[in-house]
């Protein structure tokens, strides 16, 4: 089947799918008419979809005429029970839910998308997602906490619980002004640009998806469940996309209904709509109800009545009308929905730029920017000076003076506009092009996945955006650092040390997005094993944002935590003695220093001031303060898992320091439990290949080990071993680091050719030089001591330290 009939098919579920079982079979057939092919299609769907929503009260018969819904309330998905039902969509139900582990006492929201179980190719773009996903963490947007797939094959999504009522009941019901129901939707475009900025499209904006909680706060809704764009959603996968991507008719863009390319340029317009809404209290098309072909064509051809035209209409001046916003208004809202998605505002950003001109009356973007509209822009502004310049004729020279100034002001302001918005429109351009490679077209039909969009774009970029190099250097600072959250510090590094070098021939070195830049390739650095160069690059990030932005800026403290990290860091590949213990009292004489001020200055439930409690109580492992360490990381892990949620990157990581220093204080049952608890969350949400999860993995490897199971310990270091080679490479520091833990296991058992091979092949190939001198006191290599080759090897090892400086 073409995407263009799946299409078609599309539309006809989401118009049906919600209908009382006994309304279904009539409107079926009023909006298929003779198309007996799109009739069978969509009843095929639909007897699958409750097939498959029945499947967990034991696979009972299908019928049409039965209830629509099936409620699984009080069943049990891994290690949630389903409460009760929260809302009940075209593809799927979400429920209220809670663990019933007793790891954590806070509800949540599941959706069950139980037709996912006939479908392969969904559950095989579970792990993408979540990767993807799990780097959208934004005030605004509801956070992914869990996903996986029930004992009967049913997937599922867990997400943070809104309590809040749709945008527009939100605004209707506390009569909020125009201007406040701008300000709001600017947030909620802050939160779109937010995701559009990480790749992903909403694909579903409405006011059921946007959710306002009791404090004001919008929060956006269902990302990653059914409308996260993947990156073959333009029709290399059509079926697939159908089925779990189903459009809202209201508020779906041309395109959409058409089957075209999905971009970011979809969300602009979707938004538009809901501005519409909020500003006139109704939809600006009409087709619930409609025939298919006549949705489409409204939808493709039809404008709506102006917003201000609207209110006239219905008599309504307050509180949505305002006079002096109404025109710009009319201007704005249908920039957004224009067809054509290039004459659309570049980016939901701009979008909200243009809201604040109205808001400050300065001239919009979208108005044609005549001399009479800026003219009575200052008078508006200006009422005040107008009317006396009137009441005097000498006042005339003065105004006209005054007015040749404001011409010269408006100019700039119009420059300044036209600037920002060619930037916005070639980052705009840029995305596209980024999504572009999933057009069946571009694609010839193959799968193209998420990272291979990032990396096109990682290639084009020169291309792409050469004429603004600021814009340029921000784009690639973001994927720099999609690629570091992901693990690929290869790829990160070459973009980052760019954008760094842009943002100092183009911004200055004292900057603070230069700085930010400085600081993310130290991060890089670090990650690939180059401390000496991360720290000196650190040291000098920390002095620079010390004197432009002060010791106390968030910046400065994020420098201070980082450099102590470092310092950390490169006392652990220090042989036991004198220097390594000065280097991790200096490192933890920085943290003490830091998290006070953390303290102080972000509050104790800071996620900054977190990190530096973690932070601290790892040097304090490193020092054998084990009672110590321990109590400060439980108090770490357990406000983490209050503010941040147990399964956030942090919380996770706290969990695997704590396992780290039961392991340190020889209780290796309890580190086995934490190390396969943190183990099963870094899988679920980071992915089999992270930097992280292979940590943990390695941790886990070593406390196996030290319980006498050799033969298990071994196969999880192979694995750690395995995947490390595939991910980070053969030379990579973390590679060397398995094949050393391989040697020592090896030694263990007695097979001394083989830990000899393996050890040798870690000191030649990424093992830090440094580390090379203490081979000779650990205790895995006791076995080895008296072979001549051993003996060759520590020597070899030696004059490697001698000749070769530390991560260079």
Known sequence: MTPAAWHEVEVVLSEVMDLPAAERSSRIVQLCGARADLKTEVESLLSAHEKAASFLEGNAEFDLTATPAFSLQGKQLGPYRLLSIVGVGGMGTVYRAERTDGRFQKQVAIKVTPAAIHSPELLRRFTSEQQILATLEHPNIARLLDAGVSAEGIPYFVMEFVEGIPVNEYCDTGQLSTKQRLSLFQTLCSAVQYAHQHLVVHRDLKPANILVTVDGVPKLLDFGIAKIVEPWVAGTQGETRSLLNPLTPGYASPEQVRGETITTATDVYSLGIVLYELITGQAPYRVMGKPLDEAIRIICQSEPEEPSALLRRLGKDDPRSASALSSDLDAIIAKAMRKEPRERYASAEELASDLGRALAGVPVLAQRGTVLYRAGKFVRRHRLGVGIAAAAFLMLVVFAAAMAIQAQRIAKERDRANREAEASKRVAEFITNMFRVSDPTESRGNTVTAREILDKASQDIDRGLAKDPVVQAQMMDVMGMVYWNLGLFGRAQPLLERSLNLRVQTLGLENQATLSSGSHLAAVLASEGRFDEAQKLERKTLELRRRVLGPEHPDSLQSMRSL?????????????????????????????????????????????????????????????????AEQLQRETYAIQRRVLGPEHRDTMGSLNNIAFTLEKEQRYAEAETVYRQALDIQRRILGPDHPDM??????????????????????????????????????HRDTATSKYELAGLLARQGRRDEALRTLRDAVDHGLPAGTDLYIDQEDDFKSLHGDPRYAALLAHAKDRAVTQKPDN
């Not at 004198?578 to 991790?584: R, Y």
């Not at 270091?717 to 980070?728: G, H, P």
């Open 564 to 628: 102590a990290n470092l310092m950390e860091r490169q006392a652990r590949d220090l042989p036991n003695g004198p220097q390594a213990d000065a280097g991790f009292a200096d490192a933890e004489m920085l943290e003490r220093e830091t998290l006070a001020t953390c303290r102080r200055v972000l509050g104790t439930d800071h996620p900054d001031t977190l990190a530096v409690m973690n932070r601290l109580g790892s040097t304090l492992d490193y020092e054998g303060r084990y009672p110590e």
């Open 694 to 731: 292979l940590l943990t993995m390695d941790n886990l490897s070593n406390t196996v080990a030290e319980q006498g199971r050799y033969a298990e310990a071994e196969k999880l270091c192979r694995e750690t071993l395995d995947i490390r080679v595939r991910v980070l490479g053969p030379e």
